[in-house]
């Protein structure tokens, strides 16, 4: 009896801290915080709410997954002599525990009622792309207007200079309440991933039928407008070719949808018009790998323990280089701002600990779709610098892992 009342108040608690942090990590995003944090004249910007439920959360209703409790205590261990050493300043402390450390937590939640919850997020998820993305079509139709209009919000931030200079060059990338263009592109391919593996493995039916999510994939993947997006959408689509047991329908499911987006000659000419700019600037990369190359070439190498703290990376680059201000390369990045064996011990966590699960349970398809995602989230800065991009990324890993450990459970029954 005490027993099943346990369990109760576990998928009580459960319910109601996956409501806060869904809300938290893709409703509350950083465009709203620093909108409403002006309007207010509060920063809303680090709010400690989500850290602090995921800490109680852990703490009181989750069986603890040590393995990461002990990598966690390294990396914490590690950065206590950085912050000794180098001085570093409060507020950068506090944004490495807000933006990736509480968030490497999310990694070792274990759900209750998998099917139940990936069915619940998926529906929810499901339309906050599609009103999303036809927001996007809207602004996108209106020549931008909506976008100058967030932009004006905006004007105490870089998002004001990115969504003018955009408009400046005559190339168009959704930005929108849910973010950067490219954090938009992350939410996509999760959007595709997560209804991809539901259709493999869950078979749970949903609110948005294979072929709407192949429209919006697609149309969504056109107005992020981001290069790396594009190659690992049509990847993943092209994947589909070769799963399950109705590949010719998934081929019609598809090819209909490509054929409606890519027959407006705007559309193609926009994401034409970024590959032709990228291409100009002799950096098809944007900058990545001429960062690298510039602090290889002034000898500029990260230590092994310690750094100088978030974002310090950026730094080291603009002292070496009068033309590059990011490095935009997470790993590198973390391994000038931590250290190269801290930066090890969090691809353990992020990477190599999902990968061996997955691969342990023989989930191939979803390991793949783990890799397209985050492949994606380790292309940008936004993973070492921009707070809740690390939630969005680990959140997909928790739900990913879930998934996989619920499937393996289901088939041993």
Sequence with gaps: MFNLQLQNHRIQAQKVFFVILVFYTFCFSNIIRLILGDILKINLLYSIILPIIIILYIIFFQKKNYFILYIMFSICALQAISIIYYQIEISNIYRFVYGILSPLLLIGIRLERTDYVFRKFLNFYNWLIILNVIYGLIDYLSGKKLQLILGDFLYFTSFYDSIHGDYSIGVYRLFSLLGHPLTNMLLLLIFLCFNLANRHYLRIKT?????????????????????????????????????????????????IPFILVL??????????????????????????FSAINSLLENGVLPNMFIGRGIGSSDSILQSVSNNLSNIEIPLVMFMFDYGIFTTFLFYILIYFFPAFVLLKNRHLYLFFLFNMIFLFSNSYNGLAVSIGIAHIAFFSTMMILNLSIYLTIKRKI
């Design 207 to 255: 609110n948005v039928s294979i072929v709407v999510v192949y429209l919006i994939t697609i149309l969504g993947m056109i107005l992020c407008n981001s290069k790396l997006g594009i190659a690992l959408t049509c990847i993943i689509l092209l994947s589909t070719l070769f799963i399950g047991k109705k590949k010719y329908r998934n081929f019609i499911y598809m090819f």
């Design 263 to 288: 027959s407006n000659d705007a559309l193609k000419q926009n994401v034409l018009q970024r590959f032709i700019n990228a291409s100009d600037q002799g950096d098809i990369t944007n900058g990545r």
